[in-house]
């Protein structure tokens, strides 16, 4: 059984004219509530084989916080193309994933990572389904089993077994 953890960046600085919006990093809620995910995925046990990062600042910096909760270091690839992707290009690349992988990460954005997790959810009903279809929170994690190999991943391909927020762990 593959596993598929995707994590939205923590909460960032506000937008403004004088940074790019790449260049954007977390505000101190966001470490908070990172640091609050790391905690919580320490506690799950929960050890990607690879993570899958936007290069932007604010998903490196909140995988950054994240990382030291993995027992073991996993592969990491900040990938350009995952910068604000949309859901039907987060699947793609997944797809690409080698068979021998069998937990993997995407560290991104909304909306790009909700409209993913969406589709994936083999449920459309039930209180993670109602949850999943409101939002994924900054900091937020869907975790999924996928039962089958990453390059047939489909809609409504995997089982939505978590949904994480640092609000959850209040």
């Known amino acids: 059984m593959n596993e598929l953890y995707l994590f939205r960046h923590a909460k960032t600085v506000p937008q403004s004219d004088n940074v790019r919006d790449t260049e954007r990093a977390l505000e101190e809620r966001g470490r908070v509530g990172a640091r ?8 799950q046990k929960i050890v990607p084989d690879v993570v899958l990062c936007s290069p932007a600042v604010r ?17 990491i690839e900040y990938e350009p193309g995952l910068y ?14 080698p068979d021998s992988v069998e937990r993997v990460m ?3 954005h909304n909306p790009g990572l909700h409209e993913l997790a969406q589709a994936l ?13 409101a939002n ?13 190999e990453w390059s047939g991943l489909r809609r409504r391909g995997a089982r939505l077994v978590a949904l994480v ?5 209040d």
């Open 106 to 108: 995407v560290v991104g």
């Open 136 to 148: 994924l929170a900054t900091a937020g994690l869907a975790r999924f089993e996928v039962a089958i």
């Open 84 to 97: 604000l992707a949309t859901g039907a290009r987060l699947m793609e690349r997944l797809r690409e994933i």
């Open 121 to 133: 959810t083999d449920r459309n009903v039930g209180p993670l389904a109602e949850r999943l279809a």
């Open 36 to 43: 609050r995910m790391a905690k919580w995925l320490k506690q």
């Open 165 to 169: 927020s640092p609000k959850d762990l």
């Open 59 to 75: 998903t490196r910096e909140t995988l950054d916080l994240v990382a030291d909760a993995f027992p073991r270091k996993p592969r």
